[in-house]
């Protein structure tokens, strides 16, 4: 069994995907979540997910 969370994870993914959308709901499909965090940049796209244990990482959709 698990422990519970106790602290901030100090390490943050941040992973470059090809569609924004269907790695979204890739991630929430195997059990993360959005957290509903958006940045939308000149250069691409970064949305901040949750996986089932509450640590967030990104997800990033450069624009070619």
């Given at each position: 069994m698990s422990e519970a969370r106790t602290g901030k994870v100090r390490i943050h993914l941040d992973i470059t995907v090809y569609q924004i959308d269907e790695a979204m709901t890739l991630?929430?499909?195997?059990?993360?979540?959005?957290?509903?965090?958006?940045?939308?940049?000149?250069?691409?796209?970064?949305?901040?997910?949750?996986?089932?244990?509450?640590h967030e990482f990104c997800l990033v959709h450069y624009h070619r």
């Amino acid at each position: 069994m698990s422990e519970a969370r106790t602290g901030k994870v100090r390490i943050h993914l941040d992973i470059t995907v090809y569609q924004i959308d269907e790695a979204m709901t890739l991630v929430v499909d195997l059990g993360g979540r959005f957290t509903g965090e958006r940045h939308d940049y000149d250069e691409g796209v970064v949305v901040v997910m949750a996986d089932p244990e509450d640590h967030e990482f990104c997800l990033v959709h450069y624009h070619r």
